[in-house]
């Protein structure tokens, strides 16, 4: 089951999954991370890491970047 991280963007929605970077090991938590958002890239905060069932691993996006 591959690991996921929960990112809060500074906009009004709840935190959002994304899988970690490909070329990071991951985030930690409260660590800054670069993610794709609509048409551009965001920085947020990860918030929290757990492991999601393969079929959800699928489905996510990729962060970009783990920032520090």
């Known amino acids: 089951m591959p690991n996921a991280i929960d990112v809060l963007l500074p906009l009004p ?3 959002l999954t994304y899988l970690p ?3 990071d090991a991951g985030p930690r938590v409260g660590q800054r ?3 794709p958002w609509q048409a551009g890239v965001r920085i947020g905060v990860a918030v929290d890491v757990r ?3 393969a079929g959800r691993g699928v489905e996510l996006r990729h962060a970009l970047h783990a920032l520090e």
């Open 13 to 15: 929605l709840a935190a």
């Open 21 to 23: 970077p490909p070329q």
């Open 33 to 35: 991370v670069v993610v």
């Open 51 to 53: 492991m999601v069932d």
